[in-house]
Nanobody, 124 residues
Framework: QVQLVESGGGLVQAGGSLRLSCVAS????????MGWFRQAPGKEREFVAA????????YTADSVKGRFTISRDNAKNAVYLQMYSLKTEDTAVYYC?????????????????WGQGTQVTVSS
């Protein structure tokens, strides 16, 4: 059983930045690939970014490429999402997730554990 706790969300003006954090319980954090997803009200959950177990490979959705960066620190059981140049369309609840799989990380069905989510609101 893995528990994921997100933090760092909040209200920011368009063009600003935020850094989201996700801290995992347990002693096997480094065995999981990690991902970030987001969901706006009335919309489907959307893939944002993923990172491999060692942090050597990352994958970023086209909608956020060049603006968002995913990273991890296995010594701290943590994964991060650094967001720059935020747009109003980035407003959503952001979720951290953990997966034992190495393929299909852009799909939510590939993940075994999910955090509770943290709200990001970008104002005009």
């Amino acid at each position: 059983q893995v528990q994921l706790v997100e933090s760092g969300g909040g209200l920011v003006q368009a063009g600003g930045s935020l850094r989201l954090s996700c801290v995992a319980s347990g002693r096997t954090f480094s065995s999981y690939n990690m991902g970030w997803f987001r969901q706006a009200p009335g919309k489907e959950r959307e893939f944002v970014a993923a990172i491999s177990r060692s942090g050597g490979s990352t994958y970023t959705a086209d909608s956020v490429k060049g603006r968002f960066t995913i990273s991890r620190d296995n010594a701290k059981n943590a994964v991060y999402l650094q967001m720059y140049s935020l747009k109003t369309e980035d407003t959503a609840v952001y979720y951290c997730a953990a997966s034992k799989r190495v393929l299909g990380l852009q799909f939510g069905s590939s993940y075994d554990y999910w955090g509770q989510g943290t709200q990001v609101t970008v104002s005009s």
